[in-house]
């Protein structure tokens, strides 16, 4: 018997020769941090993250919320969670409030100076981010977008992702 085990050792690096689904797996595991470099390239404004920028969009959105909505609703840990709010409290873009009903718990709010900065600089942002798609036709972001809605859909049912609006994607669309 050869010392080669009949079964191939988990391969990291198959390539075009993986089955469709393993090369998926691949692309996304390389491509979600070059998009986050991309975007943080992108951004125009003195200190600002596209995580602060996510976090502050979801306050504007659905108004005040607890650190572990917004830690569940960007699917990161609580510590990024606080250290997000400190600095975003400490450039006095959100604050801190008690909870209505339940006094263990912290609201998060965003302040005046966050919804001007959100006014001012979010669509911007998006249009520079987005360049990266220039070089797909309007098609072929529509069915790139479709798709990327199912896979959050995926998501979503597995109960990785919140789907905090309640709607779901038309895949008729």
């Excluded at 302040?111 to 900065?117: F, G, L, N, R, S």
């Excluded at 789907?163 to 008729?172: H, N, R």
Aim: aromatic share 6%.
């Amino acid at each position: 018997m050869s010392t080669k085990s009949k079964t191939k050792a988990c391969r990291f690096s198959q390539g075009k020769n993986a089955p469709a689904k393993h090369q998926l797996v691949e692309l996304f595991w390389h491509i979600s941090p070059g998009f986050t470099r991309w975007a943080e390239s992108r951004m125009e404004q003195q200190g600002m993250t596209p995580q602060r920028l996510r976090l502050m969009g979801l306050l504007m959105d659905n108004g005040p919320m607890t650190m572990g909505a917004l830690s569940d609703e960007l699917g990161v840990t609580a510590t990024n969670i606080t250290a997000l709010v400190d600095a975003l409290e400490k450039d006095g873009l959100v604050e801190r409030k008690p909870h209505p009903k339940d006094r263990r718990a912290i609201m998060i709010q965003t302040t005046a100076k966050a919804e001007k900065k959100l006014a001012e600089g979010c669509t911007v942002f998006k249009d520079r981010v987005s360049e990266l798609f220039s070089d797909f036709s309007k098609t072929e972001q529509e069915q790139f977008a479709k798709f990327m809605n199912r896979m959050r859909e995926a998501l979503v049912e597995r109960g990785i992702l919140e789907d905090l609006d309640g709607s779901k994607t038309d895949e008729a669309a």
